[in-house]
């Protein structure tokens, strides 16, 4: 009965109606706060897209080979640096990047290098990267190598050296 007439005096109503007005104004922020978050998630994503794609202010990659050659694995920086796409690169033998006038040398060590790879540990300075359109780019590498069951790993960090 109490109630009641508190209704009756309008009381009850414009608590009520302040609420709702409240109410309006907590999802009204809520809204603006939702919309500026997917505003900021969406600017986020773009940024990591772009420097996921733009690795052109990075200067080194790394690849791994097998005991045979083939290029096991191969980073995104890398890829950028020598121009081939990663799905080119991946099973093919590791002179797709050697230029022509190097690769006999290169067999050589290589092979003396699977032979004892754990006495692979080094600093090569001067050496040229053969790029996929046929260009060559100054490079430093460091390699190293391991060997597991029998079969030898080699994983080689490559910089572009910008001061040639």
Not at 26 to 37: C, E, G, H, K, S
Not at 93 to 108: G, K, T, Y
């Amino acid at each position: 009965m109490d109630l009641l007439a508190q209704n009756e005096s309008g009381g009850v109503v414009a608590w009520l109606y302040g609420m709702t007005g409240l109410v309006t104004a907590i999802t009204a922020l809520i809204t603006v706060l939702f919309r500026q978050l997917n505003q900021t998630k969406r600017a986020l994503a773009d940024l990591r897209k772009k420097v996921a794609d733009d690795t052109s202010f990075l200067t080194m990659g790394f690849l791994s080979c097998n005991n045979e050659g083939m290029i096991t694995l191969i980073d995104p920086i890398l890829c950028s640096l020598s121009g081939w796409k990663r799905e080119e690169l991946l099973g093919k033998h590791i002179e797709i990047l050697i230029p022509p006038e190097a690769r006999s040398m290169h067999r050589e060590r290589f092979a003396a290098a699977v032979r004892s790879p754990w006495e692979v540990r080094r600093d090569i300075r001067g050496q040229k990267l053969l790029r996929k359109d046929g260009r060559m780019v100054p490079i430093h590498i460091q390699l190293a190598a391991w060997e597991m069951d029998h079969n030898a790993t080699f994983v080689a960090m490559i910089q572009y050296q910008i001061n040639d």
